[in-house]
Structure formats: structure tokens, C-alpha cells
């Protein structure tokens, strides 16, 4: 092979995965999905191939994950509380694009108010003095569309007619800052757990208990 030949071959490869490498960045969403899931209700039980988990019950949260992507003090203070992550929505999304969406197959038990077995849309009413987890009714639009009057995209047109259960959070500052939002499950045992949203220095956590434990 001549030189010639064999700079616009190296050359060719090189422009090839430039173009590659921006249409993957381009096509990353700035906000990528992530999931959140425990077991309650289950046991571990021995048999004579060691020990297995049965007869437990999923709890999932699905949801778009932003990243603070060097901002600080995001949800904000004073009169503008919240209004940043809100984007103009009367609640918190409690994460970016669709509305997050919570499982449950199992009742579960929040501030003493039973959420029966089923899947949810999960917004957050974001006060600086607490904050207050909604299940509601209001389906999820998997790509926007004004018209359809049914669903939401994200929280925008909430409305709190068709709210499930309401639980006051636990609001406290982390002596770090998380850059993505989290949301996951601590302190599980068999029949309780907290669910727990983690961003910038804010921790919020819902407690709940199973239905009936």
C-alpha cells in the first residue's frame, strides 16, 4: 500500500468515527432513564442448594434522571422555591421528560394513609418548609402530545383531582452534593422500607410500612 493510500484510509477511519462518536452524543439523552426497585414481604428460606428469597413483593420507581451539571442550589430558596425543577408545572415531575411512575404489588402504608396495590404517577409539591409526595391517577404520556387530555407529559396540566394518597417527606441537607438525581429504597426490612429522593444537598424521605403488617 502507498503512503498516498494509506493516509486517506487512516484519514477515512478517523472521519468515520468522529461522525459516529456525534451522532451517539447526540442521540445520549441528557437526562437518561434509571429505574429504583426493592422486595418486601418475602423470606429467605434454605433448602439443599443454600438460601432463596420467596414469595416477595416488587416496589419499582421509573423515572429520567437530570444532572446538576455544575449548578447549585438547585431547587432554590425564598419565593423561588421549587420553581426551577418545576419548569412552570404546578408540581415536581420528581425527575425530567415523562412522569416518573411508581409500582407497587403490594399495598403499601404512607403517613398512615394505605396506597393500594397498582401503578402511579409520582410528582412531589416541592414548599421549603417540607415537601409532600402525590400518587396520582394521571396517566404518562410516553412522547408529548397536546391533545391528549388522558395523560400527562411529565407534570405539566396536573391537576389534584385524581391524587391517590399524600405523605409528608422528611427534608434534611447531605454534607455533599449529588450531581444526578437518585431515588431508591433504604432501611428495607421484611415488611417496611423509606423511599428516598437524593439531589444536590437535599434529602427527602417517605417511610412506609406494608398494608396490614
Not at 120 to 134: C, N
Amino acid at each position: 500500500m502507498t503512503r498516498s493510500r494509506t493516509f486517506w484510509t487512516t484519514a477515512a477511519v478517523l472521519v468515520a468515527g468522529f461522525i459516529l462518536h456525534g451522532q451517539q452524543s447526540a442521540q445520549r439523552p441528557l437526562s437518561p432513564p434509571g429505574t429504583a426497585a426493592t422486595q418486601v414481604g418475602g423470606r429467605w428460606v434454605k433448602d439443599d442448594r443454600g438460601e432463596r428469597y420467596e414469595g416477595g413483593k416488587w416496589i419499582d420507581v421509573v423515572y429520567n434522571r437530570p444532572l446538576l451539571r455544575t449548578r447549585t442550589g438547585i431547587f432554590g430558596s425564598g419565593a423561588d422555591y421549587g420553581k426551577k425543577v418545576g419548569a412552570g408545572a404546578p408540581v415536581w415531575r420528581a425527575g425530567a421528560n415523562q412522569s416518573t411512575r411508581f409500582r407497587t404489588e403490594v399495598p403499601l402504608t404512607f403517613g398512615g394513609k394505605t396506597l393500594p396495590a397498582g401503578e402511579y404517577s409520582l410528582f412531589v409539591d416541592l414548599k421549603p418548609e417540607g415537601w409532600t409526595l402525590i400518587f396520582s391517577n394521571w396517566g404518562a404520556q410516553q412522547k408529548f402530545d397536546p391533545n391528549d387530555k388522558s395523560a400527562l407529559w411529565g407534570s405539566y396540566n396536573y391537576t389534584a383531582d385524581k391524587d391517590v394518597l399524600r405523605a409528608p417527606m422528611q427534608l434534611s441537607t447531605l454534607p455533599m452534593s449529588i450531581d444526578q438525581l437518585s431515588i431508591g429504597f433504604a432501611d428495607v426490612t421484611e415488611n417496611a422500607g423509606k423511599l428516598v429522593i437524593w439531589w444536590d444537598t437535599t434529602q427527602a424521605i417517605a417511610p412506609f410500612t406494608v398494608a396490614g403488617s
